[in-house]
């Protein structure tokens, strides 16, 4: 296997020895963008992370959900159940960042009142005026030097990330605030003030079938054809050509004729192709949401 899967298999960010864990407690993923691709009533597999993309699919699809970290798949199945969830490995790191937020004058009663606008043009307006100070953009900046993400992630789930990531991340939130409006963007309020979105489960959660698997290997075992959609969440970021191969192959022969695809990236590489649609995403975050049928892969 190549090294970032092992590295999502081990259950852990970082390069140390030590028991898996939950990495994410909520998704960073805009689930309208999987809603919009995909027909209702067909048969979708999905990443399973923390079950947000499952639950948002199961009221209209039939879901399978697979993970190669089955403490990352146990966290997802009780919030199938109902509970609500804690704060993952991802969650602790960004409140970590956030504690530091009025040194740069992102009081939370400055945040609280961006994140309650819902005019675009005001939100630039006072993102430009509150927000995007000189001390945010230098600690942004140390926050993404490669040299600082080092300590924290391992380095194989780095190196293909943009260069100057301080800049491209800033580039990608001003993306967002200048099109989605704050106030019903779940995804702005978890990422500027960390607060998880409740996302109680849909009855049809029970439904979710889980599976703990290396995806490329679980699809390989599944019948020809018999998937209409596939979300693949951000899994190639770091890995080799190699396992890319076999994961599109696994799709495509597991893909029933007109399948879709979505498949998220933090990297670049991908910004400028049409089937990009990062910009829709309101977790903001993305480099590329590439949403191609499964021939096309
Ligand atoms: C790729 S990570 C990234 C987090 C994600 N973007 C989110 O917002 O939740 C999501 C999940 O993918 C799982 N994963 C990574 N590679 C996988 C693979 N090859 N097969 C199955 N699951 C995988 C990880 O264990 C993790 O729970």
Redesign the pocket.
Known sequence: MTA??TL??R?RLDARVGPRQV??G????DASIELDAFQPGSRIFC????G?TAMKLAPHHEVVA????PV?LAYAERRFDGDLGFRGK?ERVMDFARFFGPLAGWWPSRVRAFLHLDDPAEQMEYWQRHLNTWRFRTALDGLFSLIALRSVYAPRLLDFLPKRLGVVMRGRMERCFERHPNRSNPYARSLLLGELAPDPPPPEAKDIRLVH????E?LEQEAPGSFDGFTL???L?G?DDA?EQR?FAAVKRAAAPGAATVL?SFGDTNASSPANRAADDR?MLWGSVLVRPAAEL
Do not use: T
């Open positions: 970032a899967v999502w298999e259950g990495l994410f909520r998704m960073y993923e990443i399973a992370s923390a947000c697979v993970d190669i970290n990352q991802a698997a290396d995806a490329a679980f969440s951000n899994i970021d890995v396992y994961l998220r977790a």
